[in-house]
């Protein structure tokens, strides 16, 4: 998602790691993963080392805020991702982002057709970064209730911790 201000989707160095989210409409899973993320790279205090953004491999929502149910669960936990705005992955990301991590399996698949052959970086799925949870995929709680989204975040603070440990250990 694009920053509402200022225009910030490019690491500003290029020795910041860069982590892109993805999923289909960038207005429920990815921006809460961006959301949380940052938070994690915030109170760590390195924002100066990582770059956090999300994208959707769809494109009927760009310019949009986050649903209104993300938002709502979202600030609950303590996670305000209301200036978010949504926007399409491009091809150019894979130039941008030292990790590119999809949500699903079906926007994996998306990002595996449009990878660039020579990316060097990290496509792959979310939650592997947290091992102790028995599942794969964020599922998608766009035609859901309150607790599916109240999952997607369960999920994503997960593995968000154990990504932060994985590319802290890297840097
Ligand atoms: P997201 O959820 O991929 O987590 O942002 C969805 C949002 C919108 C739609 C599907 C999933 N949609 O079909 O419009």
């Given at each position: 998602m694009n920053q509402a201000s200022p225009d910030?989707?490019?690491?500003?160095?290029?020795?910041q790691v860069g982590v892109l989210f993805v999923c289909l409409g960038n207005i429920c899973r990815s921006p809460t993963a961006e959301g949380i993320f940052q938070h994690l790279v915030n109170i760590n205090q390195l924002s100066d080392a990582?770059?956090?953004d999300s994208a959707g491999t769809g494109s009927w929502h760009v310019g949009r805020p986050p649903d209104?149910?993300?938002q709502r669960v979202a600030l609950q936990?303590?996670?305000d991702i209301s200036q978010l705005r949504a926007r399409q992955v491009a091809v150019s990301d894979f130039a941008k982002f030292d990790y590119i991590l999809a949500l699903d399996g079906d926007n994996?698949?998306?990002l595996e057709k449009i990878k660039p052959?020579?990316?060097s970086g990290h496509l792959g799925l979310l939650l592997p970064f947290a091992p102790h949870i028995n599942r794969r995929e964020v599922p998608d709680p766009y035609s859901g209730d309150e607790k599916?989204?109240?999952l997607v975040v369960d999920l994503i603070q997960e593995a968000a911790t154990g990504l932060l440990n994985h590319i802290r250990a890297r840097l």
């Open positions: 910030r989707h490019s690491p500003s160095t290029s020795s990582i770059f956090v209104a149910r993300s936990r303590g996670y994996l698949a998306s052959r020579h990316y599916d989204f109240q």
